[in-house]
């Protein structure tokens, strides 16, 4: 059974369908690359996944039961987490707040035991600088040692999407949505970037689904490849099918170029 099933979803705003009877599945342990043209419906996907929209049709299950309907921090609580394209750190927070921040919400200390700090309030915060720092330290120097209090403002780009993957893996997730993770990084970058994600599942267990534009970092990851164009799957399978696949080549380049060759 798919961790995470897409069964005939669509969503339309106002006349426009942008996610059109789609059909997806993500395997538990299994990296899925989404890839596809601007405006093609992906980021929207992860929203839709997410709980931030609501599909017109169509089912989504996750560990087999549907969360449509559900709001995104009840999704977030059973077990699915995401980054954003454009980051959303917290900027004039420290990068351990940043990641204790994603852990509250799986708190049981209420307004009063945080206003009188009793000792259940301080095990509990305890505990949660204890996961920040495990999380931190899945990525090395770049986000431990002195770096841990410092405002994330002061934080290269390249720290600022991993900062904001480890605060999406402090929830605990299952599965990871990882929405452009190399966008706006140099080669070097890039490659580094690839090599985490491959960490992200071996050691760190997670099924992951990514959005990515760069082909050098979605044939050094993934298991399969979905591509989509205005909300329709026009091909699925590995990197080199789907790389080669006429209508994925027709929707990056156009129609007329493949009408010259």
């Not at 209420?110 to 330290?137: D, F, Q, W, Y």
């Not at 899945?138 to 405002?151: A, E, V």
């Not at 091909?235 to 790389?243: D, H, N, R």
Request: hydrophobic content about 40%.
């Amino acid at each position: 059974m798919a961790l995470l099933e897409l069964s005939d979803v669509s969503l339309s705003f106002g006349g426009l369908k942008v996610v059109d009877a789609l059909e997806l599945h993500v395997k538990e342990g299994e990296i899925v690359s989404v890839i596809g043209p601007n405006g093609a419906g992906k980021t929207t996907l992860f929203n839709l996944i997410t709980g931030i929209y609501r599909p017109h049709t169509g089912d989504i299950r996750f560990d087999g039961q549907s969360i449509v309907g559900l709001e995104p921090h009840q999704i977030c609580c059973r077990g699915i987490s995401r980054t954003f394209q454009t980051l959303r750190l917290f900027l004039n927070m420290s990068v351990k707040e940043n990641v204790m921040a994603a852990c509250y919400g799986h708190t049981k200390a209420g307004i009063v035991r945080s206003m009188l700090r009793t000792p259940g309030m301080r095990r509990e915060e305890h505990e949660i600088e204890e996961l920040a720092r495990k999380r931190l330290s899945f990525f090395g120097q770049r986000l431990m040692g002195y770096r841990w209090d410092q405002p994330a403002y002061s934080l290269s780009y390249a720290n600022r999407r991993r900062l904001e993957i480890a605060r999406a893996t402090a929830t605990n997730p299952r599965l990871l949505l990882l929405d452009e993770p190399a966008a706006g990084m140099n080669p070097a970058e890039t490659h580094e970037i690839t090599e985490l994600i491959g960490q992200l599942r071996k050691e760190g267990g997670y099924t992951i689904l990514v959005i990515e534009h760069d082909m050098h970092v979605v044939e050094g990851i993934s298991d399969r490849v979905v591509a989509l164009d205005h909300g329709v799957k026009i091909a699925e399978g590995s990197f080199e099918q789907v790389a080669t696949n006429a209508k994925v080549v027709e929707a990056y380049l156009g129609l007329n170029t493949m009408s010259s060759k």
